[in-house]
């Protein structure tokens, strides 16, 4: 597997920093991650319901499954999640937020500036 060098100066400019861009790809890879992982649980899962249907001869043997062994060959050869991610992220496919965080200094201030 190629290694894909990246302009760090791209991240920099689509997230405002580096620290921000790699939060942002790092958060956006383990959706696509979690998203690959159900998918690959339900292809697999159908197939072994169709091969449950068949009697099963020796248990003692374990035997790998031809179709179970195609789409997990299929799922190898997927990019990975982080290169979808940062792909994304340099193409401005991504939208972000911050959250907003309470001011609990400029709270007290006001209760104390009441009484």
Known sequence: MAIKPIEMTEL???AGNIYEAIIIASKRARQIHDDMKIEFAQRVET????????????LDTVVANPDQLKISNEFEKRPKPTELALE??????LK?????QADLFSKSLTTEQQS
């Open 96 to 100: 972000y937020y911050y959250k907003q």
């Open 47 to 58: 197939i072994k319901a169709l091969s449950s249907q068949e009697p099963e001869e020796d």
């Open 88 to 93: 994304e992220l340099q193409q401005r496919k």
């Open 12 to 14: 920099i400019q689509t």
